[in-house]
T-cell receptor, first 113, second 110 residues
């Protein structure tokens, strides 16, 4: 079945560690997005990508790195994790037009101790 | 940038009742979308309404859009326990992005 999968679903790590969250979609959507969801803030866009090798910053990009070497994968890396990055992270994909829906994965719950 | 903003309500209703939630935004839009998020899951697209539409229906969902007031409402009729979720509106965020509101939590009591 077509879909979007995120891994891991849960992750606990320590401050200063590097951690990578994975996202894979099977729709061949050109656009992919990373959001973080925190109480009181709703969903905030971290980074997005319009195509392979094309990425751009969103609302809260500091402390995060992304890459997109293949259309179907869009990993998000926290190079040196901080407690403020404890959050639920969602990956989404879409055709990239505002009149089209985005399709979301089920998220990664990340805790940084 | 534009941002959908729901009235920060947590609704608790009995099964069979109607649930209404609102969303306001700041600048002109081309369309507005509503999403549902069940606990522990990702967002699921429900319905899209274009700026030239005033009302749209999809099953038990009814969405209205008032561009003069820069607001939208989502009505769920004859609610069911399975409608318990958070509901988000999203507007054009520019550059083919969406700007999401903070969400409205709805609890339907069986």
């Amino acid at each position: 079945d077509a879909g979007i999968t995120q891994s891991p679903r849960y992750k606990i790590t320590e401050t200063g560690r590097q951690v990578t969250l994975m996202c894979h979609q099977t729709w061949s959507h050109s656009y992919m997005f990373w959001y973080r969801q925190d109480l009181g803030h709703g969903l905030r866009l971290i980074y997005y990508s319009a195509a392979a090798d094309i990425t751009d910053k969103g609302e809260v990009p500091d402390g995060y790195v992304v890459s997109r070497s293949k259309t179907e994968n869009f990993p998000l890396t926290l190079e040196s994790a901080t407690r403020s990055q404890t959050s639920v992270y969602f990956c989404a994909s879409g055709q990239g037009y505002s009149n089209q829906p985005q399709h979301f994965g089920d998220g990664t719950r990340l805790s940084i101790l | 940038s534009q941002q959908g903003e729901e009235d920060p309500q947590a609704l608790s209703i009995q099964e069979g009742e109607n649930a209404t939630m609102n969303c306001s935004y700041k600048t002109s839009i081309n369309n507005l979308q509503w999403y549902r998020q069940n606990s522990g899951r990702g967002l699921v697209h429900l319905i899209l309404i274009r700026s030239n539409e005033r009302e749209k229906h999809s099953g038990r969902l009814r969405v209205t859009l008032d561009t003069s007031k820069k607001s939208s409402s989502l009505l769920i009729t004859a609610s069911r326990a399975a409608d318990t979720a958070s509901y988000f509106c999203a507007t054009d965020g520019g550059n083919n992005r969406l700007a999401f509101g903070k969400g409205n939590q709805v609890v339907v009591i069986p």
